[in-house]
Antibody
Framework: EVQLVQSGAEVKEPGESLKISCKGS????????IAWVCQMPGKGLEWMGI????????RYSPTFQGQVTMSVDKSISTTYLQWSSLKASDTAMYYC???????????????????WGQGTLVTVSS | QSVLTQPPSASGTPGQRVTISCSGS????????VYWYQQLPGTAPKLLIY???QRPSGVPDRFSGSKSGTSASLAISGLRSEDEADYYC???????????FGGGTKLTVL
């Protein structure tokens, strides 16, 4: 079974750093892009960016470029989302999701998000 | 303000058919597939429809998707109480070179 398991909830103060994780299992981890999607409290979904675990290539949404860093550790099939200095506005649920498609040659528009991790709630408050 | 426009809410009684719309522009819906996700309360989203009108295995055929021009729709027939959830449309945006979502529609089963 394909699974993405995320790290637990975090409570941080403004200005602190944070790294949350997403561990994949049940498939060839280095063959599929991983996306990060955020959901602010009571709000909708927003795509943050993607990372390829095979070679660490990344593509960020302009909204999140420079605000977060995505990384990967292939040896433990885990991708990370990192902040160097949190703000209260970073308070949200963060989901990782595997990019899937019907063929290996599919372009990005032909990919969808799934399966998803269970989410990591990040609360930033003084 | 989401790039894709969905009604904030929809409702129906058990057994009814409801549709949820998703509208956009030529730079996204008009040129790409549409995907629909269901988010049950307190859980992660789940893929419901891919490639505008395809159902993943395990998704009941009560759920169907369609797309025409710069708009898409999700239809749910034979409404059940367990369908009460938030529904999001999503597609690729050529201008952004990334994915965009609708603002979500909260479906209430009366």
């Amino acid at each position: 079974e394909v699974q993405l398991v995320q790290s637990g909830a975090e409570v941080k103060e403004p200005g602190e750093s944070l790294k949350i994780s997403c561990k994949g299992s049940g498939y060839s981890f280095t063959s599929y892009w991983i996306a990060w999607v955020c959901q602010m409290p009571g709000k909708g979904l927003e795509w943050m960016g993607i990372i390829h675990p095979g070679d660490s290539r990344t593509r960020y949404s302009p909204t999140f470029q420079g605000q977060v860093t995505m990384s990967v550790d292939k040896s433990i099939s885990t991708t990370y989302l990192q902040w160097s200095s949190l703000k209260a506005s970073d308070t949200a649920m963060y989901y990782c999701a595997r990019l899937s498609s019907t063929s290996a040659s599919a372009t990005f528009p032909e990919h969808w998000f799934g399966p998803w991790g269970q989410g990591t709630l990040v609360t930033v408050s003084s | 303000q989401s790039v894709l426009t969905q009604p904030p809410s929809a409702s129906g009684t058990p057994g009814q058919r409801v549709t949820i719309s998703c509208s956009g522009s030529s730079s996204h819906i008009g040129s790409s597939y549409v995907y629909w996700y269901q988010q049950l309360p307190g859980t992660a989203p789940k893929l419901l429809i891919y490639r505008s009108n395809q159902r993943p295995s395990g998704v009941p055929d009560r759920f169907s998707g369609s797309k025409s021009g710069t708009s898409a729709s999700l239809a749910i027939s034979g409404l059940r109480s367990e369908d009460e959830a938030d529904y999001y449309c999503s597609t690729w945006d050529d201008s952004l070179s990334g994915w965009v979502f609708g603002g979500g529609t909260k479906l209430t089963v009366l």
